[in-house]
Nanobody, 125 residues
Framework: QVQLVESGGGLVQPGGSLRLSCAASGRTFSGYVMGWFRQGPGKEREFVGAISGGGTITYYADSVKGRFTISRENANNAVYLQLNSLKPEDTAVYYC??????????????????WGQGTQVTVSS
């Protein structure tokens, strides 16, 4: 069982940056692929990126590649999402998710067993 709690969301101007954090419970955190998803108003939940259990492999959606970066600190049971060069279309609730196993390229929400409650990111001038 893994419990996830996101933080770090807020209001930011276009071109700005935010860093989201996801704190995880559980002793086997390094055994989980961690993903980030987002859901904008009236939209389906969308894959943002994922990181391997050891933190050496990442995979991103094309829409955020080069602007967003995922990292993790297994010693602290934490995963992060650095959001740079933010655009209004990045406005969404951002969720972290955990999936047991080693496959990093998992873009469907169904491939993750545990979810946080989400944190709101609003990009607006």
């Amino acid at each position: 069982q893994v419990q996830l709690v996101e933080s770090g969301g807020g209001l930011v101007q276009p071109g700005g940056s935010l860093r989201l954090s996801c704190a995880a419970s559980g002793r086997t955190f390094s055994g989980y692929v961690m993903g980030w998803f987002r859901q904008g108003p009236g939209k389906e939940r969308e894959f943002v990126g994922a990181i391997s259990g050891g933190g050496t492999i990442t995979y991103y959606a094309d829409s955020v590649k080069g602007r967003f970066t995922i990292s993790r600190e297994n010693a602290n049971n934490a995963v992060y999402l650095q959001l740079n060069s933010l655009k209004p279309e990045d406005t969404a609730v951002y969720y972290c998710a955990a999936g047991l196993g080693v496959v990093v390229r998992r873009v469907s929400p169904r491939e993750y067993a545990y979810w946080g409650q989400g944190t709101q990111v609003t990009v607006s001038s």
